[in-house]
């Protein structure tokens, strides 16, 4: 269990050795509020050039 809050324990790896199967674990931090915020407005961006080159074609 991870202690510290904001932080997750994130799988990188699974793999078989012998008869048991063995998970790679990191630790990690979530974004920030501000970084969440732009890819939001990317994400957005992205679906309304799409939406126009369709109309467009």
């Known amino acids: 269990m ?3 809050k904001g932080y ?3 799988p990188i ?3 078989f050795k012998r008869n048991r199967i063995k998970i790679e674990l990191g630790i990690g931090k979530g ?3 501000y970084d ?3 890819e ?3 994400k957005e961006a992205d679906r ?3 939406r126009a080159i ?3 074609i």
Do not use: D, F, G, P
């Open 40 to 42: 939001l407005a990317k």
């Open 54 to 56: 369709k109309q467009h």
């Open 13 to 15: 790896s699974m793999y």
């Open 31 to 33: 974004k920030k509020l």
């Open 48 to 50: 309304k050039i799409e």
């Open 36 to 38: 969440k915020r732009k």
């Open 8 to 10: 997750s324990l994130v």
């Open 2 to 4: 991870v202690q510290q």
